[in-house]
């Protein structure tokens, strides 16, 4: 038994790099190679091996270099000139990403915990912060007897509460320290921001956070036993096999035990399985505690070599049903870090059987599966054991994958509002957002506006989101209205609210209203562009120009006619569009002063077809854009333009256009240099088939090799023999090389389109629309008129309507009513309409409707209202309150109401207040007698009888004579005036 310790106890470990590829790593892992953490790229790994292992290389002529021998012994040295280097960057540096917990200390063990050190940081945390974590507690023991600690963070922390449940673990492996480390920094980083985040608050108040720090205790204490001070490379747990220590726990789970290939039946093995699948005490008490609980996901943390790790890992080749989730989390998960995701196969070219992802996913009897995924955390320069001043770094690193699978582990879903402070001019506007959906599973969200703002008159309904797509987004926005009375420059505060029907978040807004300011100068607005494009729909941003609204139009690409659309906002969702077209849309902006801006100039895109668009395609980026990236790309209606991607890939496939079979393509592609330019490597596939690859014949549509010219473009032939449909592009720039369709490359970008390939030539639509029905006139007015019609029905879509007056197109517009103007006044005109769609069939005409102007008049035509600071002269005329005044010796007489003089018939006479003879007048003059004191003084007006004024007077004594000589024969009327009272009498003229 001492021997065998002796000799396990001097087995040394290497830090290495060797040559080979994929399929010789694959053969000398068959062989016995215990490696399955390592960096590979290039065809050379780097990686931390056995005395065992090296021998191994030797044997099959395997080319390798030593970086650091005995790693054990000096690994504690190697850190401590790391340490001090560090330090030097780090006086010169900015501070960090995340700010260290007050109450998180690196270890006594190469600035990593001991077990003891760890197990009381947990009893500080409950300590300090009781309401928020439970006492540790064990789930289970190990083989020496030692208890498997857990705790869990909630906000009610001893009770069991009807919440989504997470799962976080490290030292499965017990030379991968820096799970813990990482794991005590995110604990204690949610207990002292709980009460100052509200993001934490709220997921920390609605999820049960359990956390593993040790799943391995007797093989970590081994470590720390041999080497205190860091640097134990033992990896198992210490159970006595009869000749060797250690079960791999990380091989001994029951899903796909023992699988071929990534583990090993040699009880000498570091890989070794274990004689049977859960074997050990420490996966059992694994088991048994996961199938207590309904958990969501779980972050099984190891290290190194900058890895986000998913299922399978059973099986090269072999994908979960999941597949397409897993990449969309592992996408967005590594955002900030730039971390190699996938499953074991596809990050470092092993497999591994019986591991903890693939049973908590795997194994759904016993218990719901859980998106259970590995971080590799560290380089291959940090290796199994980093220097203490990269532990913080590495925390930092992967903070983010933390906080994220929080987001998607329970039913969250943010609510982000386009502007916090909102400025508007009229007592009406709306509050714009987006909302994004981050959990794994769906919900009915409702998002609803709120205040305790006395300026508020109402606020719009919630509106609700049940089938938004996993890290998808939808905009929406909500009405609101303020108090007629709100002062100019008030701030009211609006609350958002998102409910997900159990609990709520809020974020703030605050709209400032400025009392109806006119501060406006109508400019092209900026930056239109499309997204979310389908086969019916596009949504269409631009940028603000300040206090305007804005026209939209768009069109069929190739047709005379635009539909046009006022808007309030800087966003618009067009619906109606017919799929595989192609359309070209514009917006202006529009002042309260009636000015216009020019239309921005055309931005084109296609709708889509409807067929499924593959999603499984394999992942590829560029790892680093710091120094160069894809800045635009243009095929036909694409014209893309992007700034460098996190992680260097972006998704937009939401950008498409139309392809059909044999045409002549060209694409255009502008690389960005941040400063020094280099040499760039150019390829672009179309997958043809749909089959999900880039593979196939032809489908690598174009290449370029490395070089610095910019732009690059190539032309490109679509094959007579591409599937009809949507289907995928993906644009690559690599450094120096020209890139593969799978490949993660250390410099350049990757960005997915999305190409809707038709059949040669396309169709035409030859089908009219129906006629317009239900034509009917309203506001019949002297010189105007409004016509309003059913709207027609056609195959594709109406595009316009011509509105005709008699046999000539007087207008066309593009929805169901029209404003007529320039007509003549009491004058009779025909109108009728025609339906038009985008290829230009037109409909039939509707039925024909007469209408008649009016023949009044308005004497408070053309006449401004009053203001007080105004100097008005005698014989002046105003407006106010409804009724014309005119500026007299005695102050201001009332004309009578706005209106009033248009009417055709008399006035009404109050009995003897007014007299006039003769009547019917037979000579030239006529003599009108006022009877009451009250009228001594006002205005005789004579009209005729379609009410127009012939003849005003003053009157200036209660006898007044009026010459008649020069009107024709016919009836009149004589009204009388007098501040706010009127009279009149009808008389006949000879």
Excluded at 7 to 28: D, G, I, W
Excluded at 503 to 527: D, F, H, L, Q
Excluded at 753 to 771: F, K, L, N, Q, R
Aim: charged share 15%; with cysteine.
């Amino acid at each position: 038994m001492c021997s065998i310790f002796k000799t396990q106890a001097q087995e040394k470990y290497y830090r290495v790099v060797f040559e080979t590829n994929k399929k010789q790593l694959e053969s000398l892992q068959k062989k016995g190679l215990d490696v399955d953490h390592f960096h590979f790229e290039n065809e050379k790994v780097t990686a931390e091996i056995s005395n065992s292992d090296l021998k191994l290389l030797k044997e099959n002529d395997v080319r390798y270099k030593i970086l650091i021998r005995n790693l054990s012994k000096r690994i504690p040295k190697i850190n401590k000139r790391i340490d001090k280097s560090n330090a030097r960057k780090a006086a010169k540096s900015n501070a960090q990403k995340v700010p260290s917990p007050t109450n998180f200390s690196l270890g006594s063990m190469g600035g990593f915990h001991k077990h003891d050190e760890a197990i009381a940081a947990l009893d500080k945390m409950r300590q300090l912060y009781p309401q928020l974590i439970t006492v540790k507690s064990s789930i289970g023991t190990t083989v020496q007897g030692r208890s498997i600690y857990m705790v869990k963070i909630s906000d009610n922390a001893d009770t069991d509460e009807n919440e989504d449940e997470m799962l976080f673990t490290s030292i499965h492996h017990a030379r991968e320290p820096i799970g813990l480390s990482q794991n005590l920094f995110y604990m204690w980083y949610l207990l002292e921001n709980y009460n100052s985040n509200p993001e934490i608050k709220t997921l920390v108040d609605n999820t049960e956070l359990y956390f593993i720090p040790i799943v391995n205790p007797d093989g970590y204490i081994y470590n720390q036993q041999t080497n205190p001070n860091g640097g134990g490379y033992w990896r198992k747990n210490r159970r006595n096999n009869g000749g060797s220590y250690g079960i791999d726990l990380n091989r001994n789970y029951g899903y796909q035990w023992a699988a071929p290939g990534g583990s090993s039946s040699s009880p000498s093995s570091d890989q070794y399985h274990g004689p049977s699948k859960f074997s050990e005490p420490e996966t059992q008490a694994m088991r048994d505690f996961t199938n207590q609980h309904n958990f969501v996901a779980a972050l099984n943390y190891h290290s190194f070599s900058n890895l986000l790790i998913h299922p399978w890992g059973y099986k090269a080749n072999t994908f979960t049903p999941d597949q397409s989730t897993f990449v969309k989390l592992c996408t967005y998960m590594t955002e900030e870090n730039a971390y190699t995701y996938g499953t074991p196969n596809q990050t470092v070219g092993y497999t591994a059987g019986g591991s903890s992802d693939d049973w908590m996913y795997g194994e759904q009897s016993s218990k719901p599966k859980v998106f259970a995924m590995t971080p590799e955390v560290g380089s291959s320069s940090d290796g199994f054991w980093p220097a203490s001043s990269r532990i913080i770094p590495l925390c930092n690193e992967v903070f983010p994958f933390n906080l994220k699978i929080m987001r998607m582990a329970t039913k969250y879903a943010k609510v982000t509002p386009s502007n916090v402070n909102q400025t508007i001019t009229t007592t009406t506007g709306s509050v714009a957002y987006s909302i994004k959906r981050f959990s794994l599973n769906q919900a009915n969200w409702t998002v609803s506006l709120s205040s305790n703002s006395t300026h508020i008159a109402s606020l719009g309904q919630p509106k609700q989101y049940n089938n938004i797509t996993f890290l998808g987004a939808e905009n929406g926005s909500i009405n609101f209205e303020l108090k007629t009375t709100t002062p100019s420059g008030t701030q009211i505060p609006v609350t958002i609210t998102i409910n997900n029907g159990s609990w709520e978040y809020t974020t703030n807004v605050t709209i400032t209203y400025n009392g109806g300011s006119t501060n406006c100068t109508a400019t092209v607005p900026g930056s239109v562009t499309t997204s979310n494009v389908t086969t019916t729909t596009a949504s269409i941003n631009w940028d603000a120009v300040s206090n305007a609204t804005y026209d939209v139009r768009y069109r069929q690409t190739g047709t005379a006619s635009w539909i046009t659309s006022a808007e309030n906002g800087t966003s618009k969702v067009i619906t109606g569009l017919t799929a595989s077209t192609n359309y070209e849309v514009q917006v202006r902006s529009k002042c309260a002063d009636g000015t216009t801006s020019s239309y921005s100039a055309s931005t084109s895109f296609t709708t889509t077809n409807g067929n499924p668009n593959p999603t499984n395609y394999c992942a590829s980026n560029g790892k680093s854009t710091a120094d160069e990236y894809i800045s635009n790309v243009k095929l036909r209606t694409i014209n893309k333009t992007s700034a460098a991607a996190t992680g260097g890939y972006s998704d937009f496939t939401a950008e498409s256009t139309e392809l059909s079979k044999g045409s002549n393509n060209t694409i255009t592609i502008t690389p960005t240099w941040s400063g020094t330019v280099y040499n760039e490597g150019y390829s672009v596939w179309i997958d043809y088939n749909q089959d999900g690859d880039f593979t196939d014949a032809g489908e690598q549509v174009w290449t370029k090799s490395a070089s610095k010219t910019t732009p690059v473009n190539g032309s490109f032939t679509v094959p007579a023999t591409a599937k009809d449909g949507n289907t995928r592009m993906r644009v690559s720039m690599k450094y120096n090389g020209i890139p593969t369709s799978c490949e993660s490359f250390s410099y350049g970008e990757v960005e997915d389109y999305t190409i809707v390939i038709t059949g040669a030539g396309g169709g035409s639509d030859t089908e009219a629309p129906t006629a317009p029905t239900g034509l009917t006139a309203s506001n019949i007015a002297q010189t105007t008129v409004t016509l309003s019609w059913n709207a027609a029905t056609d195959n594709v879509g109406i595009t316009e309507y011509d509105v005709y007056q008699g046999n000539t197109i007087t207008t066309s517009v593009s929805g169901t009513t029209a404003n007529i103007t320039g007509l003549t006044a009491n004058t009779t005109y025909q109108f009728s309409i025609k339906a038009k769609d985008a290829a230009g069939n037109i409909s039939v005409s509707s039925t024909v409707v007469d209408v008649t102007t009016a023949n009044n008049s308005d004497p408070c035509a053309g006449i401004s209202p009053y203001n007080s600071s105004t100097n008005y002269q005698l014989g002046d005329r105003v407006t106010y309150q409804g009724n014309l005044y005119e500026r007299t010796t005695t102050g201001w007489t009332n004309l009578g109401p706005c209106g009033a003089f248009a009417r055709s018939t008399p006035l009404t006479l109050a009995k003897d207040a007014l007299e006039f003879y003769p009547n019917p007048v037979v000579g030239d003059f006529i003599t009108v007698t006022v009877n009451n004191n009250l009228w001594k003084s006002g205005t005789i007006l004579i009209l005729d009888v379609n009410g127009n004024i012939v003849q005003e007077i003053k009157l200036k004594n209660q006898a007044t004579q009026l010459d008649t000589s020069n009107f024709a024969s016919g009836a009149y009327f004589i009204a009388l005036f007098n501040g706010s009272k009127s009279y009149s009498k009808q008389m006949i003229i000879k």
